[in-house]
């Protein structure tokens, strides 16, 4: 069984920072990629960042120049830093990441809420 648990969200005002992370725990033998998704209310669950195995990255354009995407492959754990919010970066945030166990499987983190006030 895997695991992925998400920290770091929260309330913060447009222009602020925020950083996330997200372990993988469990019967893991590696991690290919993983990454970032989001969904706001009334809006499908969307791609915000995603970095391979080899640390190749790519982002959505609306967030581009603005966020992150790192990992540490020692510790199993992706981050997301976000700069320069906007409010209409409000949403759920997920991770994501293809786990070999050895079978290839993806996971999903449940979640945690990202709130950028105007």
């Known amino acids: 069984q895997v695991q992925l648990v998400e920290s770091g969200g929260g309330l913060v005002q447009a222009g602020g920072s925020l950083r996330l992370s997200c372990a993988a725990s469990g019967s893991i033998f590696s991690i290919n990629a993983m990454g970032w998704y989001r969904q706001a209310p009334g809006k499908q669950r969307e791609l915000v960042a995603r970095?391979?195995?080899?640390?190749?990255?790519n982002y959505a354009d609306s967030v581009k120049g603005r966020f992150t995407i790192s990992r540490d492959n020692a510790q199993n754990t992706v981050y997301l830093q976000m700069n320069s919010l906007k409010f209409e970066d409000t949403a759920v945030y997920y991770c994501?990441?293809?786990?070999?166990?050895?079978?290839?499987?993806?996971?999903w983190g449940q979640g945690t809420q990202v709130t950028v006030s105007s």
């Open positions: 970095i391979t195995s080899g640390e190749n990255t």
């Open positions: 994501n990441a293809e786990v070999v166990t050895p079978y290839k499987t993806h996971y």
